[in-house]
């Protein structure tokens, strides 16, 4: 029984840990996107 709850608990451990790999990898999309919005609004305001 102590191998089942040893199991469970690395399988969460690893559930979290591939859910905040999930969010560092949004947030540095999110991040991307933004300056690529930014580039692209400014070369519009300079007519290119």
């Known amino acids: 029984m102590a ?3 040893g199991a469970f ?3 969460w451990l ?3 840990g591939y859910l905040l790999s999930l969010i560092q990898r ?3 999309l999110e991040r991307d ?3 690529v919005r ?3 609004e400014a070369q519009e305001r300079e007519g290119h």
Request: a positive charge; glycine letters at 0%.
């Open 3 to 5: 191998y089942l709850a």
């Open 9 to 11: 608990a690395i399988a």
């Open 14 to 16: 690893l559930t979290f």
């Open 26 to 28: 949004q947030r540095r």
């Open 33 to 35: 996107i933004a300056i």
């Open 38 to 40: 930014e580039m692209l």
